[in-house]
């Protein structure tokens, strides 16, 4: 499709911006941290449960014991047991000083079998069942369900039984000290019960003991100033680069969206490939969007269209509302082997619309182009204004809908009338939050002086150079003219 700065009905390849630009950071204050993939969380092999073998024995022989020094013996080896409450309730029923009468149940049997239990690979216990970290959607963290659901009942998991998985990662911790992935696990649940301070010395621990959820997390809080942290990009990104070496697919992916960007790190295409990549191997639907993206522009790795549409495919078929966006576009154009097909474009963006929040707005954008051009679907403007609208007030990528908008008022469409002065406040609104098509048409309002707003060429270059660099065609025809302009007469001396 060739862009054109002619009306609105010439102007759709415009709005053909890439969803999700920019780092996970903007979304982890409203969504909490990210959640365990396959090799992230570092979860044991599935198999037989062994949780706290060693405590249940002892506690099996003290419990009904009527001797303080059995509770206490069972308090000295297990002090955050998950028995030490009830411990301490009987021993204090038995009387001041029932701590130090009584002969002491003997615990060297129950002491020889936690050595036993630490000596191998720690095996899945309720550690990992009831603090393991909520599963987002896969439109922004890696989920592994099918993997996931051996250990976790549900997708969410947002109301965790705090007490009984601090007990339990108490107890995992006890048993396997070198186990990093317990102590992140226990700083998931006391996170979750709102003692940040104890959730950061744990996921510190969990970090020094290699487990990359650990260091992922940490890395998000020191990056975002979280749970009272100071501000501190190379302490985050040192951590994230660990977590992402450890196999960690949201660090993965923050890194590479760093890359791909520019954002803290010199930009680098092909470094931004490699993260895409491995996250996308692992099974990330976004990492597998993002890399299709890069394939098709050919953008740090070799142009091609057909490897493009096979990883579009992949997010679509876990119902990532990206993935469905971009093979819905690749229909339109018909890239990658796919028949030019309008009708399975708008399915796929309906999918998307229907599905996870967090690409919503981009897709009823999308099905509000289609519907005011009568693409795949009847002609409607109303139709379209009305979808715009909607995506417009949305919560995330809501910039091209806003854009859109704006060009509606501009043109008099859909039941809007002729408004310049709405049309700029819409612009504004899509260039604020840094969408290429606002700038771009914010910036032309500038350079003909419309919409209550002065004639400055200025303001209008500023915001074509940035379009520009955010891959709007028309701004960088734009700029093209202006620099041309600006350049030499062939021949002529340049001192």
Same mark, same amino acid.
């Given at each position: 499709?060739?862009?054109?700065?002619?009306? *609105? !009905?010439?102007? @759709?390849?415009?709005?053909?911006? /890439?969803?999700?630009?920019?780092?996970?950071?903007?979304?982890?204050?409203?969504?909490?941290? #990210?959640?365990?993939?396959?090799?992230?969380?570092?979860?044991?092999?599935?198999?037989?449960?062994?949780?706290?073998?060693?405590?249940?024995?002892?506690?099996?022989?003290?419990?009904?014991?009527?001797?303080?020094?059995?509770?206490?013996?069972?308090?000295?080896?297990?002090?955050?047991?998950?028995?030490?409450?009830?411990?301490?309730?009987?021993?204090?029923?038995?009387?001041?000083?029932? !701590?130090? $009468?009584? #002969?002491?149940?003997?615990?060297?049997?129950?002491?020889?079998?936690?050595?036993?239990?630490?000596?191998?690979?720690?095996?899945?216990?309720?550690?990992?069942?009831?603090?393991?970290?909520?599963?987002?959607?896969? &439109?922004?963290?890696?989920?592994?369900?099918?993997?996931?659901?051996?250990?976790?009942?549900?997708?969410?998991?947002?109301?965790?039984?705090?007490?009984?998985?601090?007990? $339990?990662?108490?107890?995992?911790?006890? +048993?396997?000290?070198?186990?990093?992935?317990?102590?992140?696990?226990?700083?998931?649940?006391?996170?979750?019960?709102?003692?940040?301070?104890?959730?950061?010395?744990?996921?510190?621990?969990?970090?020094?003991?290699?487990?990359?959820?650990?260091?992922?997390?940490?890395?998000?809080?020191?990056?975002?100033?979280?749970?009272?942290?100071?501000?501190?990009?190379?302490?985050? *990104?040192?951590?994230?680069?660990?977590?992402?070496?450890?196999?960690?697919?949201?660090?993965?992916?923050?890194?590479?969206?760093?890359?791909?960007?520019?954002?803290?790190?010199?930009?680098?295409?092909?470094?931004?490939?490699?993260?895409?990549?491995?996250?996308?191997?692992?099974?990330? !639907?976004?990492?597998?969007?993002?890399?299709?993206?890069?394939?098709?522009?050919?953008?740090?790795?070799?142009?091609? %269209?057909?490897?493009?549409?096979?990883?579009?495919?992949?997010?679509?078929?876990?119902? /990532?509302?990206?993935?469905?966006?971009?093979?819905?576009?690749?229909?339109?154009?018909?890239?990658?082997?796919?028949?030019?097909? +309008?009708? %399975?474009?708008?399915?796929?963006?309906?999918?998307?619309?229907?599905?996870?929040?967090?690409?919503?707005?981009?897709?009823?954008?999308? *099905?509000?182009?289609?519907?005011?051009?009568?693409?795949?679907?009847?002609?409607?403007?109303?139709? !379209?204004?009305?979808?715009?609208?909607?995506?417009?007030?949305?919560?995330?990528?809501?910039?091209? $809908?806003?854009?859109?908008?704006?060009?509606?008022?501009? &043109?008099?469409?859909?039941?809007?009338?002729?408004?310049?002065?709405?049309?700029?406040?819409? @612009?504004?609104?899509?260039?604020?939050?840094? +969408?290429?098509?606002?700038? @771009?048409?914010?910036?032309?309002? @500038?350079?003909?002086?419309?919409?209550?707003?002065?004639?400055?060429?200025?303001?209008?270059?500023?915001?074509?150079?940035?379009?520009?660099?955010?891959?709007?065609?028309?701004?960088?025809?734009?700029?093209?003219?202006?620099?041309?302009?600006?350049? #030499?007469?062939?021949?002529?001396?340049?001192?």
């Amino acid at each position: 499709m060739t862009p054109s700065t002619a009306p *609105l !009905a010439a102007r @759709y390849a415009a709005t053909r911006t /890439s969803a999700w630009r920019g780092s996970l950071l903007l979304l982890v204050p409203l969504l909490g941290m #990210p959640a365990a993939g396959r090799a992230w969380a570092q979860q044991p092999p599935a198999g037989p449960a062994a949780p706290g073998a060693a405590e249940t024995a002892l506690w099996a022989e003290v419990r009904d014991s009527t001797r303080a020094g059995d509770l206490q013996a069972y308090l000295d080896t297990y002090p955050q047991g998950l028995y030490a409450a009830l411990a301490r309730r009987r021993l204090a029923a038995l009387g001041p000083g029932a !701590a130090a $009468a009584g #002969p002491t149940a003997p615990a060297a049997p129950q002491q020889a079998a936690v050595p036993a239990l630490a000596a191998g690979p720690a095996p899945v216990t309720d550690c990992d069942r009831l603090a393991q970290p909520v599963h987002f959607h896969n &439109d922004l963290f890696p989920s592994n369900i099918s993997r996931a659901q051996a250990l976790v009942d549900g997708v969410f998991m947002a109301n965790l039984a705090t007490v009984t998985a601090r007990a $339990a990662c108490a107890r995992a911790m006890a +048993d396997w000290p070198r186990e990093g992935r317990f102590a992140a696990y226990a700083g998931r649940a006391a996170e979750d019960d709102g003692n940040y301070e104890e959730a950061l010395r744990l996921f510190r621990l969990g970090a020094e003991q290699g487990n990359s959820f650990a260091q992922c997390w940490l890395g998000f809080a020191y990056m975002g100033g979280l749970h009272g942290l100071r501000v501190d990009e190379g302490e985050g *990104l040192r951590l994230l680069r660990l977590a992402a070496a450890g196999g960690a697919p949201a660090a993965q992916v923050e890194l590479a969206g760093r890359y791909a960007d520019g954002t803290g790190v010199a930009k680098d295409e092909r470094e931004a490939v490699r993260w895409f990549r491995l996250a996308a191997e692992d099974g990330h !639907a976004v990492s597998q969007a993002k890399l299709g993206m890069m394939l098709r522009d050919g953008a740090g790795v070799a142009k091609d %269209e057909r490897e493009a549409v096979r990883w579009f495919r992949l997010a679509a078929d876990q119902n /990532s509302g990206i993935g469905q966006i971009a093979l819905g576009m690749a229909y339109e154009d018909g890239i990658g082997g796919l028949p030019r097909d +309008d009708q %399975e474009a708008v399915r796929l963006y309906r999918l998307a619309a229907a599905g996870n929040v967090i690409f919503r707005a981009q897709a009823q954008a999308q *099905l509000g182009v289609m519907t005011a051009f009568g693409r795949g679907v009847a002609r409607d403007d109303r139709e !379209a204004v009305r979808l715009f609208q909607l995506a417009a007030e949305g919560v995330f990528f809501a910039g091209s $809908a806003q854009a859109w908008l704006g060009t509606m008022h501009e &043109d008099g469409r859909g039941g809007l009338a002729k408004d310049d002065a709405e049309a700029v406040r819409w @612009y504004r609104k899509a260039a604020d939050g840094d +969408d290429a098509l606002g700038q @771009y048409r914010l910036g032309r309002m @500038y350079s003909q002086g419309r919409g209550g707003l002065p004639r400055d060429g200025k303001e209008a270059e500023r915001l074509y150079r940035l379009a520009a660099a955010g891959g709007n065609a028309d701004a960088q025809e734009a700029v093209k003219k202006l620099d041309a302009q600006r350049a #030499p007469a062939s021949g002529q001396r340049t001192r």
